[in-house]
């Protein structure tokens, strides 16, 4: 079986950081964690989710243009892990996040999710 957990979500005030982890475990699917692009999306109350950033099994980032400059997302392969850093913290990055991992263009697989963790910014 495959599972994501995300852990790090929480309160902070405007300006402030938080440090996401999403940590992945499973027999099979942990022997090939470093073959699955893995993203950070988020969802905020009475939104759609979207993409905030990924990394994909050559380190190459992405990241939306709203945290560019803010937020850097990063993996250790030989820890099964992901992560968000998140500086500079505004109220519309209030949202559920969410870990994702996805197989490359070319691999047979499917997606999984985390259930997501809660970052509130506050005032």
């Known amino acids: 079986q495959v599972q994501l957990v995300e852990s790090g979500g929480g309160l902070v005030q405007p300006g402030g950081s938080l440090r996401l982890s999403c940590a992945a475990s499973?027999?099979?699917?942990?022997?090939?964690?470093?073959?699955?692009?893995m993203s950070w999306y988020r969802q905020a109350p009475g939104k759609q989710r979207e993409l905030v950033a990924a990394i994909t099994t050559r380190n190459s980032t992405t990241y939306r243009d709203s945290v560019k400059g803010r937020f850097t997302i990063s993996r250790d392969n030989a820890k099964n892990t992901v992560s968000l850093q998140m500086n500079s913290l505004n109220a519309e990055d209030t949202a559920v996040y969410y870990c994702n991992a996805r197989p490359r263009a070319g691999d047979s697989g499917m997606d999984y999710w985390g259930k997501g963790t809660l970052v509130t910014v506050s005032s």
């Open positions: 499973g027999i099979i699917f942990s022997r090939i964690f470093s073959r699955y692009t």
